[in-house]
Structures are given as C-alpha cells and as structure tokens.
C-alpha cells in the first residue's frame, strides 16, 4: 500500500533536482497498485523552490528550533490581537533575531548537502519564516518539513483582527484629571530626527518585503516551468526511443522487401 503523506514526507526531504523523478515513480506505483485517489494526490505534489526547500531541510533538522518558531508566532498573534504595545515591540525585536539566526542556519546546513544558498535565495528563506510567523496553516506544514512552496508573504499582522471589544493597552496605569498642563515645547531636533529614521525604516522594510515577495512568486514560476521542462524532456526521450525502434523496424522491412523482390523475379525466371 501507498501512502501519500508517507511519500511526501520522503519527496520534501529530496534535493530539488531529485524531485521530479521519484515522484513520478512513486505516483506509478500507486496506479500500479490501483491506488487511484493516492496516485493523483502524488503526482499533484509540487517541485519546492530552492528556498522551500532549506526552509523545509531546516525545520527536519531541528524540532525544538521549528517549535521555537511556531511559539513565536502564536505569541505575536496573540499580541497583534490585543493590541498589547509592550510585547509587540519585544516580540518583534525577537522575530528579527531569531529568523536571521535561523535563516543563516538554513544556509549552513544547504552547504552541507551540497547545495550552496545565494544571499538572495537567503533572503528568500527568510521571508518564509516570517510568513509561517503569520499563517498558522503554512506553519503546520513547514514543522513537518512539508511545506509545498512559499507561502504568501506576511506583512505584519494584518491578517489578525483583535479581540472584540480589545482597545490598546495603556502602558502606564490611568490617572486622575489633571490640571490643564503648559504648552508643550517644540520637539527637540534629535527627537525630530529618530521619528522621522524610524518612519524612513518602516518604509524600507515594508519595499523590501514587497520585493522579496514578487522575487518569490516569480521563482514559484520558474519551479513550475521547470517541473514542465523536466516532463517533455522524459516524453522527448520516450518518443526519441520509440522512432529509433520504428527506424530498426523499417530498415528491417526494407530488407525482407529486397529479399521478396529478388526471390520472385529468381521464380519468375524459371
């Protein structure tokens, strides 16, 4: 019996270019075996990008660390839904670090396979880890070292809409009414200029997530077209072996002809 979660555990694990073929041969054993419904979700599974593919090997090599994620996310999310301004900023700063650290990590155990991870196929990595941080169902996946391909890029937690009723949580307890105070003076010139650096930087962040997620889809697009370039080379082969064998079969029949016409013209001579 053919088990497909069982198959696709093995596929996911598989260097990319090792893809294709053994799931084609997994998919025939399931036809062969008439397991219809698993040879169709096989042959359905797609080729991963190379950095699903770290991304995938990552999560393999270390549970606890894949764990780490996940907690996480769900922990971000929780502060996302409650508005909760404190653990955001120290969720955040933590995000940052751990999905550095783990991506860099992605890439060291790439290089051990035999595969070496370009700074951008890094940053592509990257980008994944921070969407599985979003999307619980692409985590689920990913923790198995299953995931299929990137997910779509988190840009912050848009997504998560806080708690009815939630309102900001007030990061000093409330006080009594106070005296009308005394206009405020101007902003001091340093103060104007760290608002306005982190303004510049949350722009910057949010062009390089774009961009990292448009560099995604078209890598998503390439995969796809080479899993279709690895197909019709296997039918060009196919059909390459089968006109060499009708070639032989010709060639053959033009001798058994020369061999008929000579032996009736010897007959007709009699």
Do not use: C
Request: net charge negative; aromatic share 2%.
């Amino acid at each position: 019996m053919v088990d497909a979660d069982a198959v696709a555990a093995e596929l996911y694990g598989l260097r990319p270019e090792e893809f294709t073929a053994a799931r084609d041969a997994h998919a025939a054993a399931a036809r062969k075996a008439g397991q219809r419904a698993e040879a169709k979700r096989i042959a359905a599974l797609r080729k991963p990008t190379l950095a699903v593919w770290a991304a995938n090997r990552l999560a393999r090599a270390d549970a606890d660390q894949a764990q780490h994620l996940l907690e996480l996310g769900r922990g971000l999310r929780e502060a996302h839904r409650t508005l909760s301004g404190e653990d955001l900023r120290k969720l955040s700063h933590q995000q940052h670090v751990v999905v550095a650290a783990m991506a860099g990590e992605a890439r060291r155990l790439a290089g051990e396979a035999g595969q070496d991870l370009s700074a951008g196929v890094q940053r592509e990595v990257e980008q994944i880890l921070r969407s599985v941080l979003a999307d619980p169902e692409a985590a689920n996946a990913w923790v198995r070292g299953v995931l299929e391909k990137a997910p779509p890029p988190a840009i912050g937690f848009a997504e998560v809409a806080p708690a009815p009723g939630t309102a900001p949580r007030p990061q000093q307890p409330e006080r009594e009414p106070q005296p009308q105070p005394e206009p405020e003076p101007e902003p001091e010139p340093e103060d104007t200029q760290e608002a306005e650096a982190e303004e510049a930087l949350a722009l910057a962040e949010t062009e390089r997530e774009r961009a990292l997620a448009e560099l995604g889809a078209l890598d998503e697009q390439i995969a796809r077209l080479e899993e279709r370039l690895d197909g019709a080379r296997g039918e060009r082969e196919r059909l390459a072996a089968a006109a060499e064998a009708a070639e032989r079969g010709h060639q053959e029949a033009v001798r058994k002809a020369k061999r008929a016409r000579t032996a009736a013209r010897k007959t007709r001579r009699r």
